[in-house]
């Protein structure tokens, strides 16, 4: 069943590595949902790349297999610093835990040491605050303890939306044709 149509290619190989289109879709179609100020996305979730024309359920299956629903919450600068430095921990190699996100801009040195890794972070326009609390959206994987994101434990005011990512997906593609930078 053809469920809607990208006008982009939307690379789902490179969100273990790097910013990708699709990822950046991603993040801002739950940042939009949910009106956090940031959201964190685990390249890990993202298996697959949806190529321009039409598009079935199917390769949406194949893109997003996973039904962990979405989460808000909040969390400190300082933490929120620890889960950044946590997704670049294993660069240059592939990992799953690499975020995708929405709502920031980060700097990282690759050639730096673990765990000091992370050089800017910006939300929205103004420089991270360590000790300020930013409301995030990700995965309920994520903010669980997976892949490594343990500094989630220090997370407030958490609300499990019980919504998976994929749902958004499929409503993005049922209102429009998709297209991202």
């Known amino acids: 069943t053809i469920v809607g149509r990208s006008l982009v290619d939307l690379d789902g190989e490179t969100v273990r590595l790097r910013e990708s ?11 939009t949902e949910f009106g956090s100020d940031v959201v964190l996305i685990n390249g890990g ?11 079935d359920l199917t390769r949406v299956l194949r893109v997003l297999p996973f039904s962990s629903s979405l989460v808000t919450c909040s969390i400190s600068g300082r933490h929120l610093r620890l889960a950044l430095e946590n997704s670049a921990s294993r660069l240059p190699a592939s990992n799953g835990r690499f975020l995708q996100v929405s709502g920031m801009t980060v700097s990282y040195r690759v050639d730096a040491p673990v765990g000091s890794r992370v ?23 994520l903010v669980d303890g997976g892949d490594g994101y343990t500094m989630f434990q220090h997370a407030e005011d958490r609300i499990d939306r019980q919504v998976p990512l994929r749902d958004l997906f499929l409503g993005a593609l049922k209102s429009s044709p998709l297209k991202a930078a």
Do not use: W
């Not at 979730?45 to 598009?55: E, K, L």
């Open 45 to 55: 979730q993202i298996r697959d790349s949806v190529p321009v024309g039409p598009i």
């Open 21 to 31: 289109n699709l990822g950046n879709l991603l993040t801002d179609l739950a940042r």
């Open 119 to 141: 050089q800017d972070v910006t939300i929205g326009t103004k420089p991270l605050e360590e000790t300020r609390r930013y409301t995030v959206t990700a995965d309920s994987f």
